[in-house]
């Protein structure tokens, strides 16, 4: 039988937004091949649709509506001409119906045939083929009736903890940890409710959780000529909800013997379901032992960690194997070390909230360090999709010097005007367990609010940061001693005060500052040895980047009362989304802590609590409202001290 002939790809469309579709089109355009975009309406000035050759309308904001309307994006590749169709990650990445739609419609899918991913796209019948190949798989419950009676009987048999599992999709959506039979019912309605918001799907299966695993993925690659390989390791146990936060490769700490088993196994869950394309195999891992979770059959999120090592382009592999080129060589061995740190719109401070508006600064670290980005600065982040800004990616000779290099990286990135978790991202870059490589799946969620420096102690040393900068004669006023910012008297050295107003900050900061000397704090401390920090003076604030966190210090008079600077018990929406309840009426009595609201945004649910004690004065909206970031919920009167 002869080999299948190449054939050339010569037009691409990305069936994406964001980093992911920017990422491809710069590989594409290396290669010679015309670039198409698609877009929605809140994408229309998107980055990704100015790095395009050519860019096709597919809808109004809502996915279903545009990047997931399968029929819309087929019309946009008949109309631009494409010969090919890159699905990137999320979306229609791992639709198989959208697979197959492509070879019908005799454009090539960059990624595997439908029934490959049909096969590993339903986790339960994926966990069964994984079995027959002599992959280990975690001891769990899949089946057909999906009644709560029946799921608590199956819970309750497999053991706990139990994780109760979304049979499609992926992302960390629709799962939900029991630790009890207790807790089993409200589990499965709370992931049954997102997995049908998120996939359209909301039948479950049971697995054990494993307490405190690891997380490592094995990438592989096949192509038609029935070559398929490993390409090594990735650790992502640093995770959040789920979604992962941090990457490296290869993954530390791993034994020779189980790295090695790890990478044939990958292999055999590939060729189990006769894989083409990129794909990767993820694992959970505990001591020596490793069980297959999943198959995510696309490009992942974290693929340039391997592309570092390796010193290659997954993408150009991904296309070229598309065209029917076979496979080159495996790289012998990862040269190095490589972190990937993912930027997210997010509040870590504010259960890290999705967060939108428009990029006011933008700067990434130059040098070797590379970033995948998904805005350029002035663009606007919108909350209607997921909440990836860029990917920092850095590469040493060993980990350590890697990590350095990761460190300093975050630091030098600046983004203003969009709350982002580069002040996570840092602390996580110090982090003694991180660093030691002593990472599992829970490390984040087990430091809690611990993970970032106490709030109160950072908002007082950008203030004396700020206090310092406002102070300090510039250059020629120094000379004039009428112009000096000290406090000087006839009678001898003075102090001058100064106020600063935090958004989010009921009081105002005050801070002393002598005419000799550092400012003293009156709510915070400059300590000695303070790491990079970078502080700009405007007219009418102060702006502080310290630990990768942004502070806009306003200068307010003496005496200017706090309830003038946005105090009071007014619950507001953090982030644009949909109500999906209101857990208290008007007049309700609730204790600081109390959920109030439950908002969905980004296909995530987010209870809102009470910050304060007391009593609900009015009650603003309604399940199944659409709010605004800023829009009052409800009002809460206090309860008098005392």
Sequence with gaps: MSSPVARPLRTLLVANRGEIACRVMRTADRLGMRTVAIHSDADVDALHVRSADLAVRVGPAAARESYLDIEAVLRAARESGSDAIHPGYGFLSQNADFADACAAAGIVFVGPG??????????????????????????GWQGEVQDEATLCREAERVGFPLLVKAIAGGGGKGMR??????????????????????????????????????????????????????????????????????????APGLSVALRERLHQAAVRAAQAVGYENAGTVEFIVAGEEGWFLEMNTRLQVEHPVTEAVLGIDLVEWQLRVAAGEPLPARPAAPRGHAFEARVYAEDPRNGYLPAGGRVEVLRWPGGAVRVDAAVEQGDRV?????????????????????????????????????????????????????????????????????LLPDHAAQCGRAAGLAAIALLTPTAGAALDPWAAKDGWRVQGPGETEVRFMLPGVEKPLVVVAPLAGTPGLADGAIAGNEPPVEVAVHPDEVRVWLDGEFFRLARVAKGTPAEAMGGGGQVLAPMPGA?????????????????LVVLEAMKMEHTLRAAVAGRVTSVDARAGQRVREGERLLSIEGEAAG
Excluded: W
């Design 114 to 139: 439908g029934a490959a991913m049909r096969a590993m796209g339903r986790k339960d019948e994926a966990k069964a083929l994984m079995r027959a190949a002599g992959v280990p798989v975690v001891p």
């Design 177 to 250: 940890v029991a630790r009890s039979l207790a807790e089993v019912p409200a589990a499965i309605s709370a992931a049954r409710g997102e997995a049908e918001r998120a996939f359209g799907d909301g039948r479950l299966l049971l697995e054990r959780y494993i307490e405190s695993p690891r997380h490592v993925e094995v990438q592989v690659i096949a192509d038609r000529h029935g070559n398929c390989l490993h390409l090594y390791e990735r650790d992502c146990s640093l995770q959040r909800r789920y979604q992962k936060v941090i990457e490296e490769c290869p």
């Design 382 to 450: 919108v909350t209607d999709y997921d909440a990836l800004l860029a990917k920092v990616i850095v590469h040493g000779s060993s980990r350590e010097a890697a990590l350095r290099e990761l460190e300093v990286a975050l630091l030098a990135s600046r983004v203003e005007g969009v709350t982002t978790n580069l002040a996570a991202l840092v602390a996580l870059s110090r982090d003694a367990d991180f660093r030691a490589g002593r990472m599992t799946t829970g490390l984040i969620d087990a430091r809690g609010d611990a």
């Design 579 to 595: 109500v999906l309840d209101i857990k208290v009426t008007e007049g309700s009595q609730v204790e600081r802590g109390q959920p």
